[in-house]
């Protein structure tokens, strides 16, 4: 019985954890991409993570004009995560240097893991738009987040016959990416 309530704390924490990763590093991708946030996700994004980057803010100025606030919130939450999940299930010693350079790197993995993922569903939502419905609202937003990492890509793929298929071959990318991350 103990075992299951292990796993219900941990897949509720794991859940909302990544949730509120995805938006922290989706404020950060935001704001590094200039996408603006005056539209549903924008708002939606500042209105569920402001009460923690805000605070640390006042502590953590921006870096190069790149807000380190939600990032490194968003490094945080995947180290508290760990943490837990460590201590919850196994024996480590968490005050051992090891394991605690041990959380520290995979906090940085899976940050990077997250954010891989996030990139993914907003290729997946760029394939969808530029084949289906290219005039739709999110699409700018979208796009502003996309293109970045696209365009290069572009130089190399031109479309077929209208269809963009570097979505399909970032998505492709980002995967091989994940196998060694």
Known sequence: MATQIIQVVLLIA????????????LRFFMQV???????????????????LVL?????????RGFDSAS??????????????AISLGSAYDLSSTTTAIKIASGGLFALV???LYL?????????MFSWFNPHAPMNA????LTN??????????????????TPLVAILLAQIVLIFV
């Open 14 to 25: 794991n859940t909302c954890g990544t949730f509120l990763t995805v938006l922290l590093l």
């Open 113 to 115: 893991r997250v954010s």
């Open 148 to 165: 970045p990492l696209l365009k290069p890509l572009r130089r190399v793929i031109p479309p077929i016959s209208n269809v963009d298929l």
């Open 141 to 144: 937003l979208v796009s502003q």
């Open 119 to 127: 990139f993914i569903i907003l290729l997946v939502a760029q394939a």
């Open 55 to 63: 605070p640390l803010r006042k502590v953590i100025p921006p870096f």
């Open 71 to 84: 990032l490194l919130a968003s490094y945080l939450l995947q180290v508290l995560f760990l943490a837990l």
């Open 33 to 51: 991409f200039r996408a603006p946030f005056n539209n549903q996700i924008g708002s939606f994004v500042l209105n569920l993570t402001s009460w």
